[in-house]
Each structure stands twice: as structure tokens, then as C-alpha cells.
């Protein structure tokens, strides 16, 4: 059996049913809890039904459609001790060139919306309460034969993420940490825990979500940086930072677990996104310095520019074409998109001396990003949904044959 990543691939979330839905919104309008409003039962059947959905379509690399998350970004972070949520956090406490920061915030107010996280005290995992990813995890295995659990793929929220958005020092009390040095090795040391507890329970492959290595490649966020004279160091020296922080936090993984990095450039209710950029100004550092298996990249509009970063990409690390739009219901021309997957492979292939058939072996195809960041989803019905991932799958076939 190969391990992942597959040919045909997706980004995790998938349109939420109707039924769990509501099941959700009861809890938050009634006030009620998870087992009076029957979740357990309605969120065991979707997950079920959405792992159904995916091995039906051919697709190896099965998830929860990440139905047990309002956000991408899931719980995990609540649940490690020593985090503090925030209710209405001031805006002074953020970036407010950071580009979902920049989306978030209403006109005329002067809070924050949307969930704050921050480390009031030394951040610790403790086992007795992360279980949101033990959780999902196991849903997912309870709807899936054992031989294919190693293909099973939970998505993770990159360890930078509720660092970026904060502005420099706001990320963390004086009392929790003196230094982002101090805070970088302790989340490093969560992240290590939550990873071996999750392959302890038989997790293989993790793809962290990360718009925010996107942002680097915005224009409108460097130079906000640079004006921002709170901020040490230069935008380049928090880029090293990142890739440090996910080296260390992947860096006790057994050899046998995959792992790999979604660079997002946001997708958000009614399929809006956040940032422009190429991925040319970071490409040559991000494929070499950061060392997980694969990138996911996004590449379905110009907005991520074109195919030349790939030159930069090493042997031995894969990278996967998100070329299938999750923002429109129009379906993509498949001889254009293979057309599309065949120039990706002569960049990858001119930059390590290698023919195009072998740089096709690096390379998977996806869409660009899940089909429901948040669960309120986008514009597109579940028919369309099964005719986009079909898509990939269509397209996986005729260029590699293989998973």
C-alpha cells in the first residue's frame, strides 16, 4: 500500500449535512448541551457518511470533512493548559495589517471578534484534556476498515497561529513568557505531545493548515510589518522563526508519519479570501529549510502566481496542485487542468535535472482548499462538491494511474 500523499488528494473540510448543523445551532441558541441536543449520535452518522462519500470517490487520504469543528482551526489550542480565551480582546492587541485580522474586524468597532487565544501562563499538554483530535480521529477509524487507517488525514491548525495575528509580545502575558524564544520552544513541546499521542492512537499523515505562510507572500502584510516599529527583527526573521517553531514541533515524528503543510491564502464564509502574493519570494526558503513531506499549495487563480517557484523544490518532497476551485461552482476543464499539472512538473523538473515523468512523481493534485473552512460552507451544493472531487480523482487517474 502507498503511504500518502496520494494523486488524488483534498484539503480535509467538506460541506456540513443539514442535520449536524442544526444540532449545533441548538446548542448555541438553547444553551443546551452536546448529549440533550443528541450530537454524538447525529456527529458519528455524518462522519460516517462523509468517510462513505470519500472512499466511494476514490480518494484515499479520508477525513471528517472536519465535522466536529465550528472553525478550521478545531480546539485543539483551547485544550492545552495555560491558554486563556479572550472575549471581545482589544484590537491594540493585533496586527491589524495581518490579513484575517484585517477582514474580521466590523467597521467602527473597536474589539476584536472571533476566538482569541492567548497563553496567560506557561503552555502544558495534558492528556486529560486534549481529546478533540482523539476524538475525531477515532470517528473517522470506527467508519474506516483498519488496513486503511494509515491513510487517514487529520488537519491540525499551524503552531504559529495565534502568534501571528497578535502584535509583537501580545501573544502570551509578561507573567507566561518573557520572549518569543521562550513561548516558540514550549509550543514546540505541545505540538511533540499532541503528535505522539495521536500516533499512539494510529495517526499517520497530518496536514497543518497555514494561511499565514501565505501572508508572507503579500505585498499589503510585508509592508505593514516594516511600518509597524513594535515589531523586532525583519518580516524574514519571523518567516525563520515559522520554520523553526514546525521543525521542532515535527521533529521526534517516527519516520512512518506524514506530514505536510496547506499554504492558504484564506477561504472564508461565501468563499472570500485574504491575501494575494506569489509564492516566489518565499519558495527557495520554504521548500528547503522546512521539512515536512509535502506542500499543498494553493494555484487556482493568478492570485498565486505561477509555476516557477517549484524549481526550488527538493527530491524527495512532494508537492500537491490545489488547481480545482472550492470558491466557484463552475466545473474545471479537465484537459486544461492536466495541461496545467504537466507545466508544474517541467518547473519541478528543470530545477532538479529531472525529466518531466519524474518530477510527475513529486507531485498530487487537490483543490485549491476545503469546500467548508468555516461550517456555514460556501456557494456550492454537495453535488457540486462530488463533481469536483470526481474531478481530481478523473484527472489523478489519467496522469498517474495510481492513488
Not at 61 to 89: H, P
Not at 131 to 136: A, D, V, W
Not at 184 to 193: E, M, P, R, S, T
Request: glycine content about 8%; proline content about 5%.
Amino acid at each position: 500500500m502507498s503511504p500518502p500523499p496520494f494523486r488524488a488528494e483534498h484539503m480535509g473540510s467538506l460541506l456540513r449535512p443539514q442535520q449536524l448543523l442544526d444540532v449545533r445551532e441548538a446548542i448555541r441558541e438553547k444553551g443546551i448541551s452536546e448529549e440533550e441536543a443528541g450530537l454524538p449520535p447525529v456527529e458519528k452518522a455524518a462522519v460516517a457518511d462523509v468517510v462513505k462519500l470519500q472512499r466511494d470517490l476514490g480518494l484515499k487520504a479520508v477525513t471528517s470533512g472536519e465535522y466536529n469543528r465550528t472553525r478550521f482551526w478545531g480546539l485543539m489550542w483551547d485544550e492545552f493548559d495555560g491558554t486563556i480565551r479572550l472575549q471581545d480582546a482589544e484590537a491594540s492587541m493585533f496586527r491589524l495589517y495581518h490579513p484575517d485580522v484585517v477582514s474580521l474586524i466590523e467597521k467602527d468597532r473597536k474589539v476584536m471578534p472571533g476566538d482569541s487565544v492567548i497563553a496567560g501562563s506557561k503552555l502544558r499538554h495534558n492528556p486529560e484534556r486534549s481529546l478533540s483530535n482523539l476524538h475525531e480521529l477515532r470517528l473517522v477509524q470506527a467508519a474506516t476498515p483498519e488496513a486503511e487507517w494509515p491513510n487517514i488525514k487529520l488537519t491540525m491548525i499551524t503552531p504559529a497561529w495565534f502568534h501571528m495575528r497578535y502584535k509583537q509580545g501580545r501573544a502570551y502575558t509578561p507573567e507566561a513568557y518573557s520572549s518569543d524564544e521562550e513561548y516558540f520552544a514550549d509550543v514546540a513541546k505541545v505540538y511533540q505531545d499532541e503528535l505522539a499521542a495521536l500516533y499512539a492512537a494510529g495517526l499517520r499523515n497530518v496536514q497543518f493548515d497555514d494561511p499565514g505562510l501565505a501572508y508572507f507572500c503579500s505585498d499589503k502584510f510585508r509592508d505593514g510589518w516594516a511600518t509597524d516599529t513594535d515589531n523586532i527583527g525583519t518580516v524574514d526573521d519571523l518567516l525563520d522563526a515559522y520554520i523553526k517553531l514546525y521543525n521542532d514541533s515535527i521533529s521526534k515524528l517516527p519516520a512512518d508519519f506524514h506530514t505536510g503543510v496547506h499554504l492558504c491564502r484564506g477561504n472564508f464564509i461565501g468563499g472570500r479570501h485574504f491575501a494575494e502574493g506569489a509564492y516566489d519570494i518565499i519558495a527557495q526558503k520554504l521548500f528547503t529549510d522546512l521539512k515536512v513531506n509535502t506542500f499543498y499549495l494553493e494555484y487556482d487563480t493568478a492570485r498565486a502566481g505561477g509555476f516557477e517557484p517549484l524549481k526550488f523544490l527538493p527530491k524527495g518532497r512532494n508537492v500537491v496542485i490545489g488547481a480545482i476551485s472550492t470558491k466557484l461552482r463552475e466545473l474545471e476543464d479537465k484537459d486544461e487542468i492536466k495541461e496545467r499539472i504537466y507545466r508544474a512538473a517541467d518547473f519541478v523538473a528543470e530545477g532538479s535535472g529531472q525529466t518531466r515523468e519524474e518530477a510527475l512523481k513529486q507531485i498530487c493534485i487537490s483543490p485549491q482548499c476545503g469546500f467548508s473552512t468555516h461550517e456555514s460552507g460556501y456557494p456550492l451544493t454537495e453535488e457540486d462538491e462530488k463533481k469536483k472531487l470526481g474531478l481530481v480523482r478523473q484527472i489523478a487517474d489519467e496522469i498517474w494511474g495510481e492513488p
